[in-house]
């Protein structure tokens, strides 16, 4: 079955400074994988996925991922934190192919950015 | 585009009485709409996949008699949470399958059974 296990619930950088958010899935098949990040009061919003296309996957907000198969690791990045990046941040793996599908999420990741 | 409503954005309710949330798809049809359930510092643990025009499927655990999902058109699905009780208290969120299968997830509705 396809599960996906975030290493950090909880990550605080400075702003300006790098960020990396971490994400490991588990699948008998080479799975399409998604970051959703999650703003106080507000709904989910879909910052990047990979379809088995590229491995490195370029989203919004200057968030990127990097596929992995050999770590089976979807891992998030940020070259430079910004305050409006405190969010909490999702990977979710479909539990069978598209998102039309269920979609299974990590536990979360509580990003905070200090000033 | 592909933006998702739901209404309300916050109910307060006494317990035994029943609550309905919508959530809608405002520029786009949504043949499949998923409900989730968000508890405080948790994740989102889906409650029911629900279909247009043909009844819900719902997850392991979760009783449909309680928690009752309408997907009448393909714009809107209901979620109504019968005799409600405070453990019934959560965050709960839609989501509309859009273009390029992807998930349009609503605002989410904070339910709050006194």
């Known amino acids: 079955a396809q599960s996906v296990t975030q290493l950090d619930s909880h990550v605080s950088v400075s702003e300006g400074t790098p960020v990396l958010l971490r994400c490991n899935y588990s699948s008998s098949y080479s799975p399409s994988l998604f970051w959703y990040v999650q703003h106080p009061n507000k709904g989910l919003q879909l910052l990047l996925k990979y379809t088995s296309a590229a491995t490195l996957v370029k989203g919004i907000n200057g968030f990127e991922a990097e596929f992995k198969k050999s770590e089976t690791s979807f891992h998030l990045t940020k070259p430079s934190a910004h305050m409006s990046d405190a969010a909490e941040y999702f990977c979710?793996?479909?539990?069978?192919?598209?998102?039309?599908?269920?979609?299974?999420f990590g536990t979360g990741t509580l990003l905070a950015v200090q000033p | 585009g592909a933006v998702v409503s739901q209404h309300p954005s916050w109910v307060i309710c006494k317990s035994g009485t029943s609550v309905k949330i919508e959530c809608r798809s405002l520029?786009?049809?949504?043949?499949?709409m998923f409900w989730y359930r968000q508890f405080p510092k948790q994740s989102l643990m889906l409650m029911a996949t629900?279909?247009?025009?043909?009844?819900?499927?719902?997850e392991q655990g979760v009783e449909k008699d309680k928690f009752l999902i309408n997907h009448a058109s393909l714009t809107l699905s209901t979620l109504t949470v019968t005799s409600a009780h405070p453990e019934d208290s959560s965050f709960y969120i839609c989501s509309a399958v859009g273009s390029q299968e992807t998930q349009y997830f609503g605002p989410g509705t904070r339910l709050l059974v006194l």
């Open positions: 979710v793996v479909p539990l069978r192919g598209g998102a039309t599908n269920k979609l299974i």
């Open positions: 520029d786009f049809q949504a043949t499949t």
């Open positions: 629900s279909n247009e025009g043909s009844k819900a499927t719902y």
